[in-house]
């Protein structure tokens, strides 16, 4: 069982910066893909972002390559957004998921991540 507990959500400006963390404890995450995934309101879950615990590889949604960053942190089990440019747009719940891998290639489809945090909210005023 692997618990996920996100942070670093907030309430910024259009054009700021936010690095959201999502820390990992109960099992290594060795055999996983980790996942950031939103869901604005009214919308369904998005898929932004995805790394391979074991390869490293990454994967995007196209609309995000060039403005967020994922990466991971293997000392303290924990994977990071770097979200840069933000937009009115970008206000959503964020959450941090994972799913069992079975390759390097990370899946984005959204109903294949099995276990999910609690969210964190992100506000981007105009």
């Known amino acids: 069982q692997v618990e996920l507990v996100e942070s670093g959500g907030g309430l910024v400006q259009a054009g700021d910066s936010l690095r959201l963390s999502c820390a990992a404890s109960?099992?290594?995450?060795?055999?996983?893909?980790m996942a950031w995934i939103r869901q604005a309101p009214g919308k369904e879950r998005e898929f932004l972002a995805g790394i391979s615990w074991n390869y490293g590889s990454t994967s995007y949604a196209d609309s995000m390559k060039g403005r967020f960053t994922i990466s991971k942190d293997n000392a303290k089990n924990m994977i990071l957004l770097q979200m840069d440019s933000l937009k009115p747009e970008d206000t959503a719940v964020y959450y941090c998921?994972?799913?069992?891998?079975?390759?390097?290639?990370?899946?984005?489809?959204?109903?294949?991540?099995?276990?999910w945090g609690q969210g964190t909210q992100v506000t981007v005023s105009s």
């Open positions: 998921a994972g799913r069992r891998a079975y390759s390097s290639v990370v899946v984005d489809t959204v109903s294949s991540y099995t276990f």
């Open positions: 109960g099992r290594t995450l060795s055999r996983y893909d």
